[in-house]
């Protein structure tokens, strides 16, 4: 007979390689020094063409890729700063409304209202150096005749605990689903394996751990606690802040949030970091972070930096490696309890999609507070 802790198929077999993708969530689309003012720049985010632009102003706005007369790239027309004219007949439209301005080949007697034309578009906030994207749950909005309706709420933001802080971010793209990019996000096991540096943690320091989980809206949270006395950083930095303890809280929240915070004494260091679906087998990963840690430490960003490029790189390749295995389809599993958060995520989102097609509440698949064990 099976028990509960055998292996489960996973649900990854059910969504490879077509996994299913989020609408109605705000998404990291570009860093905001990649958009100089003036200029438009295309991206893919959710298997949707989008030109993003940042207007003379310096206000960034997105439009969707396709003129709404006879779908040429809107990116491939000319962008004034406020309108772009689409390159195959001359219409324009306000960058940030997608409203049709302007087309040429009407005569005066042709009363034809071009205001009630749109280009698609969407919802634009720019967030901790990082412009953000709603990606709404029906096609783009906007788009022939209708305006866009607004995104219900703001664009995520990282949250800061003292005024003056720093900065930084890292992106990578993975040659994967969103689904792996985000379960190898929150996969405790690969640790030892992928991440070993003198000066992190080796194998051999694989030891047993038991961290307590809660469910939070739409989400859920590895609740606050001293992390691992396994690694040498975390030594450095309760002597350096001189505090008795560290707290570290990591959360993950749908679609694709993982925020940490880490906070001794005044000190803190506060991440977050997603994993956007550009196409059905592709990902891109950005971290963005915030501390003010080290302020006075000379090369402390710079170390930082390191450390964390060190981490995105080894599971960039990781990840490379592993769409090789995934080409053809094998069979997976998730295994308690290191894959548990893991299940959790793919509870979470099939709650998600059930509370869009059917209405109702959002069944949290997590009910109370819950300890996992494993060792890493
Ligand atoms: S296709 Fe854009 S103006 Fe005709
Ligand atoms: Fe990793």
Redesign the pocket.
Known sequence: MLTSSMPEDSPLQSQTPDSLMLFGFWYRALPSDKLGRGKMDTITLLEQPLVIGRDQSGKAFALRDACPHRGMPLSCGHFDGQQIECSYHGWKFDAHSGQCQLIPSLVPEQTLKIDRIYAGSYECEERDDFIWVFIPDLGPSGAGFTKRAAAPTSAPEIPKFSEHYKLAYLTADLPCSVDHGII??MDPA??PF??QAWWWRSQKSIHEKHKNFEPIPYGFRMSAHTPSSNSAPYKLLRLYADADSITTTIDFVLPNLRSEIIRAGKYWFSSLTTVTPITRNHCRIDVVAAWNLFRWFPFGPELLKFVFAK?VE??RRTMELQSEGLKHNPHLMLIDDADRPAKWYFGLKNAMFEMKKNGGEFKHPITSPVTLRWRS
């Open positions: 190898g996000l690969h640790g992928v991440h981490f080894q599971d």
